[in-house]
Protein backbone atom coordinates (compact mmCIF):
# COMPACT_ATOMS: atom_id res chain seq x y z
CA UNK A 1 0.00 0.00 0.00
CA UNK A 2 0.88 3.81 -0.62
CA UNK A 3 1.05 6.20 2.27
CA UNK A 4 0.49 9.62 1.09
CA UNK A 5 2.05 11.94 3.63
CA UNK A 6 0.12 15.50 3.80
CA UNK A 7 2.73 18.09 5.64
CA UNK A 8 0.38 20.78 6.49
CA UNK A 9 -1.43 21.08 3.85
CA UNK A 10 -2.73 24.18 2.94
CA UNK A 11 -5.92 24.20 0.19
CA UNK A 12 -8.78 22.07 0.61
CA UNK A 13 -9.52 21.80 -2.64
CA UNK A 14 -5.93 19.76 -3.27
CA UNK A 15 -6.29 17.55 -0.22
CA UNK A 16 -9.97 16.52 -1.43
CA UNK A 17 -8.40 15.69 -4.67
CA UNK A 18 -5.86 13.66 -3.17
CA UNK A 19 -8.05 11.92 -0.50
CA UNK A 20 -10.07 11.05 -4.62
CA UNK A 21 -7.00 9.98 -5.86
CA UNK A 22 -5.74 7.65 -2.48
CA UNK A 23 -9.25 6.19 -2.90
CA UNK A 24 -8.91 5.21 -6.28
CA UNK A 25 -5.48 3.86 -6.09
CA UNK A 26 -6.11 1.84 -2.54
CA UNK A 27 -3.34 4.35 -0.65
CA UNK A 28 -3.91 5.86 2.72
CA UNK A 29 -3.74 9.39 3.37
CA UNK A 30 -2.46 10.64 6.96
CA UNK A 31 -2.71 14.65 7.12
CA UNK A 32 -0.05 16.14 9.33
CA UNK A 33 -1.68 19.54 11.29
CA UNK A 34 -2.10 22.04 11.88
CA UNK A 35 -4.16 22.54 8.49
CA UNK A 36 -5.90 25.86 8.25
CA UNK A 37 -9.07 24.22 7.00
CA UNK A 38 -11.47 21.80 8.49
CA UNK A 39 -11.49 18.19 7.28
CA UNK A 40 -15.19 18.74 6.79
CA UNK A 41 -14.68 21.87 5.01
CA UNK A 42 -17.26 22.50 1.73
CA UNK A 43 -14.40 23.01 -0.83
CA UNK A 44 -12.89 19.61 0.65
CA UNK A 45 -16.38 17.56 0.07
CA UNK A 46 -16.71 19.14 -3.44
CA UNK A 47 -13.34 18.14 -4.63
CA UNK A 48 -13.37 14.91 -3.47
CA UNK A 49 -16.85 14.38 -4.45
CA UNK A 50 -18.40 11.26 -2.85
CA UNK A 51 -14.83 9.79 -2.80
CA UNK A 52 -14.56 10.65 0.84
CA UNK A 53 -16.62 8.11 2.66
CA UNK A 54 -14.91 5.44 1.22
CA UNK A 55 -11.16 7.19 1.22
CA UNK A 56 -8.86 5.98 4.04
CA UNK A 57 -7.04 8.55 5.77
CA UNK A 58 -5.85 10.04 9.57
CA UNK A 59 -4.53 13.09 11.31
CA UNK A 60 -1.57 13.82 13.27
CA UNK A 61 -2.03 17.52 15.31
CA UNK A 62 1.86 17.66 14.96
CA UNK A 63 4.69 16.46 12.56
CA UNK A 64 5.96 15.43 16.41
CA UNK A 65 3.13 13.31 16.82
CA UNK A 66 3.06 11.18 13.30
CA UNK A 67 6.86 11.31 13.55
CA UNK A 68 6.39 8.75 16.57
CA UNK A 69 4.04 6.64 14.97
CA UNK A 70 5.83 6.09 12.65
CA UNK A 71 9.29 5.88 13.89
CA UNK A 72 11.69 3.56 12.23
CA UNK A 73 9.67 3.47 8.36
CA UNK A 74 11.38 4.35 5.16
CA UNK A 75 9.97 8.11 4.07
CA UNK A 76 10.50 9.82 0.94
CA UNK A 77 10.55 12.94 0.68
CA UNK A 78 9.43 15.03 -2.25
CA UNK A 79 10.60 18.38 -3.18
CA UNK A 80 12.47 20.61 -5.93
CA UNK A 81 15.57 20.07 -3.53
CA UNK A 82 15.53 16.35 -4.32
CA UNK A 83 18.12 14.05 -4.87
CA UNK A 84 16.33 11.52 -6.99
CA UNK A 85 14.24 11.59 -9.24
CA UNK A 86 10.59 10.14 -8.50
CA UNK A 87 11.03 7.79 -11.70
CA UNK A 88 14.23 6.14 -10.84
CA UNK A 89 13.28 2.43 -10.69
CA UNK A 90 13.25 2.84 -6.43
CA UNK A 91 9.85 0.56 -6.20
CA UNK A 92 9.37 -1.90 -8.65
CA UNK A 93 11.00 -4.37 -5.72
CA UNK A 94 9.02 -2.91 -3.03
CA UNK A 95 6.96 -5.55 -1.29
CA UNK A 96 6.15 -3.47 2.01
CA UNK A 97 4.46 -0.42 2.10
CA UNK A 98 5.32 2.68 0.70
CA UNK A 99 5.17 6.28 2.45
CA UNK A 100 5.60 9.08 0.34
CA UNK A 101 5.71 12.96 2.30
CA UNK A 102 4.75 15.60 0.38
CA UNK A 103 4.51 19.34 1.70
CA UNK A 104 2.37 22.45 1.85
CA UNK A 105 1.43 24.44 -0.96
CA UNK A 106 3.28 27.29 0.05
CA UNK A 107 6.57 26.17 1.71
CA UNK A 108 7.18 22.67 0.84
CA UNK A 109 8.28 20.73 3.85
CA UNK A 110 10.24 22.47 6.27
CA UNK A 111 14.15 22.25 5.64
CA UNK A 112 15.11 20.95 8.72
CA UNK A 113 13.21 17.86 7.76
CA UNK A 114 14.50 17.50 4.26
CA UNK A 115 18.46 18.58 5.79
CA UNK A 116 18.00 14.88 7.95
CA UNK A 117 16.51 13.06 4.75
CA UNK A 118 18.69 14.12 1.96
CA UNK A 119 19.19 10.89 0.87
CA UNK A 120 15.60 9.61 0.38
CA UNK A 121 14.71 12.76 -1.29
CA UNK A 122 12.34 12.80 -4.46
CA UNK A 123 12.29 15.01 -7.56
CA UNK A 124 10.13 15.79 -10.02
CA UNK A 125 11.96 17.43 -12.93
CA UNK A 126 10.63 20.62 -14.47
CA UNK A 127 11.66 24.15 -15.47
CA UNK A 128 14.14 25.49 -13.26
CA UNK A 129 12.05 28.79 -13.54
CA UNK A 130 9.07 27.24 -12.25
CA UNK A 131 8.41 27.39 -8.35
CA UNK A 132 6.05 24.57 -8.21
CA UNK A 133 3.56 22.03 -9.23
CA UNK A 134 -0.08 21.68 -8.15
CA UNK A 135 -0.14 19.96 -4.93
CA UNK A 136 -2.55 16.79 -6.00
CA UNK A 137 -1.11 16.75 -9.20
CA UNK A 138 2.64 15.81 -7.90
CA UNK A 139 0.67 13.44 -5.54
CA UNK A 140 -1.21 11.42 -8.40
CA UNK A 141 2.40 12.02 -10.35
CA UNK A 142 4.18 10.36 -8.14
CA UNK A 143 1.67 7.54 -6.54
CA UNK A 144 0.93 6.35 -10.21
CA UNK A 145 4.59 6.02 -11.17
CA UNK A 146 4.94 3.87 -7.81
CA UNK A 147 1.99 1.92 -8.89
CA UNK A 148 3.23 1.31 -12.42
CA UNK A 149 6.72 -0.17 -11.09
CA UNK A 150 4.69 -2.35 -8.97
CA UNK A 151 2.51 -3.11 -12.55
CA UNK A 152 -0.97 -1.59 -10.59
CA UNK A 153 -1.32 -4.32 -7.86
CA UNK A 154 -5.05 -4.83 -6.90
CA UNK A 155 -6.16 -2.10 -9.80
CA UNK A 156 -8.58 -2.91 -12.10
CA UNK A 157 -7.05 -2.32 -15.42
CA UNK A 158 -10.43 -2.08 -17.47
CA UNK A 159 -13.89 -1.40 -16.51
CA UNK A 160 -15.42 -2.92 -13.76
CA UNK A 161 -18.66 -0.81 -13.47
CA UNK A 162 -19.99 -0.79 -17.25
CA UNK A 163 -17.96 -4.10 -17.66
CA UNK A 164 -17.29 -2.58 -21.08
CA UNK A 165 -13.91 -3.14 -23.32
CA UNK A 166 -13.00 -2.34 -26.66
Known sequence: MIHIILYHPEIPQNTGNILRTAMATNSKV??????????NDKA????????????DYDYFDSYEEFE???????IYFVTKYGTHLYS?????????????MFGRESTG??????????DMTLRIPMLSTARSLNLSNAVAIVTYEILRQQKYPKLATFDMIKKYTI
Not at 30 to 39: D, N, R, V, Y
Not at 47 to 55: E, T
Not at 89 to 97: G, P, Q, R, T, Y
Not at 109 to 116: A, T, W
Open 30 to 39: HIIGPIPFEL
Open 44 to 55: LKRSGMDYLKDA
Open 68 to 74: KEFKGKK
Open 88 to 100: EDLFSNVLDDVYV
Open 109 to 118: IDKEILSKNK
